[in-house]
Each structure stands twice: as structure tokens, then as C-alpha cells.
T-cell receptor
Framework: AQKITQTQPGMFVQEKEAVTLDCTYD???????LFWYKQPSSGEMIFLIY??????QNATEGRYSLNFQKARKSANLVISASQLGDSAMYFC??????????FGTGTRLTVIP | NAGVTQTPKFQVLKTGQSMTLQCAQD?????MYWYRQDPGMGLRLIYY???????DKGEVPNGYNVSRLNKREFSLRLESAAPSQTSVYFC????????????FGPGTRLLVL
């Protein structure tokens, strides 16, 4: 069975600073995918970044990067140069089986001006 | 190109009433999903449809039924609503089983009294 753990209920970061949001996972599947989604206060789910278990390099998308440490089963999201618009809930998720996503409980990020 | 659309945006039901949540995508995606999000939790899969004509149960299917009407539309039905079904419901779609990212609709907020 798949499991995603996000241990930080809330995080604060100063504007323009970098922040790391933690995510650990557990799975017995040799092939899996890891995702980060952003949920602003308006409620929609916005895809940020994806990392496949066989990908050799850490995924990057603009200011977002995924620090993938397979042996530690961690997939932390790094946001560089934080902006006020980054304030939101962030969810780590894992692909389950052939179809669904398993989500963590989320981390609420607040960017301080 | 609207992406994934959901109707209604908000609904109040009385216990025992029935209703159908509608979801449509215009991206020609094969797979579609219904999730629910309860306060303080990540999303949990209710039902999914890997392709037109197929549906399968997810993590929390009890009290729900689904219909994959055609490739574009995937509806979620509550036959006899219960207060425990008060939640935010998200529909998502995915291009093919071999493409990882799921794209979410804006959500339907349901309150069952």
C-alpha cells in the first residue's frame, strides 16, 4: 500500500527566500511517480512538478525543484525566491497502482513580506 | 479550451436527497477521476474511469455511483446524501495511463444538512 507523509502542518518563509517542504513516502512498487500540487485559498488544485522513480535527475520547473532521495524515500519540494503568491496549501502525492493519486495531508505555506 | 469543468460550484442538500455532480473535460483525455477533500486532509479517490466505458472503485466509494457518459463526461451521483458526505469534490482527468499528470477541475463544495 502507498502512503504519503507530510509532517509540517504549517511553514513560514520570508519573501525572496527559499523554502523546503518535506514529503516522505512508502511503497512496495518498484515503479512510482511523485507529484506536488498547490492549492491556493480559491480552492483549485494546481499541478507543480512530477518526479518518476526511474528519473536520474531531480525534476525542476521554474522556481520549483523536487529534491528526490530514493534511498530515504523522500521527495521534498524546494521553492526558490518565494513570492507572496506562493502562500497556499501544498500537497505531495504519489501515483497508486495504474491510476489514482494518494495525497498527503498538506503543508500550509505563508510567505511573509 | 476550458480544461476540466464542474457543476455546480456549490450545493446544499438535506439528508436523504439525491444529486448528481457533473464533470466534463475538453482535452480528449482518456482517464477521469472523482476525489473528495475533507477539512485538514488530502484528496481521497472515490471512483475512477480509466477509459470510456469502464469505471472502478477507489478508496472511499461507499454511498456513491458514477457514470462515464462518453469520453468527455464523468458524473458522480449521491443516491441518498448523508452529513458525512459534506466535502469538496474534485474531478480530474489524465491524458493516457502512460502520462502521469492529472488535471483538476475547480471543485464542488457540498453541504449535507
Amino acid at each position: 500500500a502507498q502512503k504519503i507523509t507530510q509532517t509540517q502542518p504549517g511553514m513560514f518563509v520570508q519573501e525572496k527566500e527559499a523554502v523546503t517542504l518535506d514529503c516522505t513516502y512508502d511503497t512496495s512498487d518498484p515503479s512510482y511517480g511523485l507529484f506536488w500540487y498547490k492549492q491556493p485559498s480559491s480552492g483549485e488544485m494546481i499541478f507543480l512538478i512530477y518526479q518518476g522513480s526511474y528519473d536520474q535527475q531531480n525534476a525542476t520547473e521554474g522556481r520549483y525543484s523536487l529534491n528526490f532521495q530514493k534511498a530515504r524515500k523522500s521527495a521534498n519540494l524546494v521553492i526558490s525566491a518565494s513570492q507572496l503568491g506562493d502562500s497556499a496549501m501544498y500537497f505531495c502525492a504519489m501515483r497508486g497502482g495504474a491510476n489514482n493519486l494518494f495525497f498527503g495531508t498538506g503543508t500550509r505555506l505563508t510567505v511573509i513580506p | 479550451n476550458a480544461g476540466v469543468t464542474q457543476t455546480p460550484k456549490f450545493q446544499v442538500l438535506k439528508t436523504g436527497q439525491s444529486m448528481t455532480l457533473q464533470c466534463a473535460q475538453d482535452m480528449n483525455h482518456n482517464s477521469m477521476y472523482w476525489y473528495r477533500q475533507d477539512p485538514g486532509m488530502g484528496l481521497r479517490l472515490i471512483y475512477y474511469s480509466a477509459s470510456e466505458g469502464t469505471t472502478d472503485k477507489g478508496e472511499v466509494p461507499n454511498g456513491y455511483n458514477v457514470s462515464r457518459l462518453n469520453k468527455r463526461e464523468f458524473s458522480l451521483r449521491l443516491e441518498s446524501a448523508a452529513p458525512s458526505q459534506t466535502s469538496v469534490y474534485f474531478c480530474a482527468s489524465r491524458p493516457t495511463l502512460y502520462q502521469e499528470t492529472q488535471y483538476f477541475g475547480p471543485g464542488t463544495r457540498l453541504l449535507v444538512l
